[in-house]
């Protein structure tokens, strides 16, 4: 009894457009890729594959649409030390286990080799008490799906939900003074900033959670603008179990910026790197009385 929570990021804007993927071990990549490619609101008219990691067209390890697989000579790799493996014919759990795949690795997905639409594919989850054979389904979604045959050009960014955007909050960094203020407002339980800055005005926020009584968020300061990382929706939580959802959602966003820091930098930032900015995270919980969460 093993399944497999992805969580699938739009390469482009990761923080815009995901979904999140339950599927059985047993079922086939290509059943997992359909699922993917229906979700992101593509087609099934070109190629693609999976890989390792984000390393797309540099991964050593493919797993093919079955008809190019079984179209190449014997079956053979298109280039030196590359292996590949048809996806109709591997399962989830085959390719989990192939990869040596740990909780928040990642795999990549390319589908279009002329326009090239990338996903990766984070492991937030082994689900030990879901059906071996359940077929992939989309548990959590974030974003609209993509237009596969516009135009290109600028995409809007997704606006802030109505209870955000009633805060008028700026487009720049926040002072602290006022986010603690935000917690006076009877429809706030918690705001709790997770990256100050020092400045010359007085110290400011650039990420912080805020908990309204029924759902709460997750925010990011970015040149555009404030965006929403993680929504966490009530689901009859209590105060505290949607407070424990929304620290476990910065502490997951943490580790994800640690990965993608390293990708674009080609320096590695490890546990520690994470640990350090789960600090004012802790220190904010210790604050409030939470500090066991």
């Known amino acids: 009894m093993t399944a497999y929570r992805f969580r699938v990021k739009f390469d482009t804007d990761p923080t815009s457009l995901w979904r999140d993927i339950v599927v059985?071990?047993?079922?086939?990549?290509?059943e997992f890729q359909a699922t993917i490619n229906a979700a992101m609101g593509l087609d099934q008219d070109h190629l693609w594959f999976f890989g390792v990691d984000e390393d797309y067209w540099d991964s050593d390890v493919k797993y093919q649409r079955p008809e190019e697989h079984e179209g190449l000579p014997s079956s053979q790799p298109m280039r030196f030390g590359?292996?590949?493996?048809?996806?109709?014919?591997?399962?989830?759990?085959?390719?989990?286990?192939?990869?040596?795949?740990?909780?928040?690795?990642?795999?990549?997905?390319?589908?279009?080799?002329?326009?090239?639409?990338?996903?990766?594919?984070?492991?937030k989850e082994v689900l030990d008490d879901e059906p071996d054979d359940k077929d992939p389904d989309v548990v959590k979604e974030k974003g609209e799906q993509v237009d596969q045959y516009a135009p290109t050009g600028a995409e809007e960014e997704p606006p802030l939900p109505d209870r955000l955007r009633e805060l008028d909050l700026p487009d720049t960094a926040i002072p602290i003074a006022d986010l603690r203020a935000l917690e006076h407002r009877d429809d706030i339980e918690h705001v709790i900033v997770l990256l100050s800055i020092e400045t010359g005005f007085g110290a400011v926020s650039e990420r912080f959670v805020i908990q309204f009584d029924d759902v709460g968020y997750l925010l990011e300061n970015f040149p555009h603008g404030w965006e929403v990382?993680?929504?966490?929706?009530?689901?009859?939580?209590?105060?505290?179990e949607l407070l424990t959802a929304l620290a476990d959602a910065a502490r997951e966003w943490h580790t994800e910026i640690a990965d993608m820091a390293s990708a674009t930098s080609g320096q590695y930032f490890d546990e520690q790197t994470v640990e350090a900015m789960n600090i004012e995270l802790n220190q904010e919980l210790e604050r409030k009385g939470?500090?066991?969460l």
């Not at 990382?229 to 505290?240: A, H, L, M």
């Open 82 to 123: 590359e292996e590949t493996y048809n996806a109709g014919e591997t399962t989830v759990g085959a390719m989990v286990e192939q990869l040596g795949l740990d909780q928040y690795d990642r795999i990549c997905y390319l589908f279009d080799y002329g326009d090239e639409w990338r996903f990766y594919a984070i492991l």
């Open 24 to 30: 059985g071990s047993d079922r086939t990549l290509d």
């Open 290 to 292: 939470y500090g066991h």
């Open 229 to 240: 990382i993680e929504e966490v929706d009530d689901g009859d939580k209590t105060e505290e």
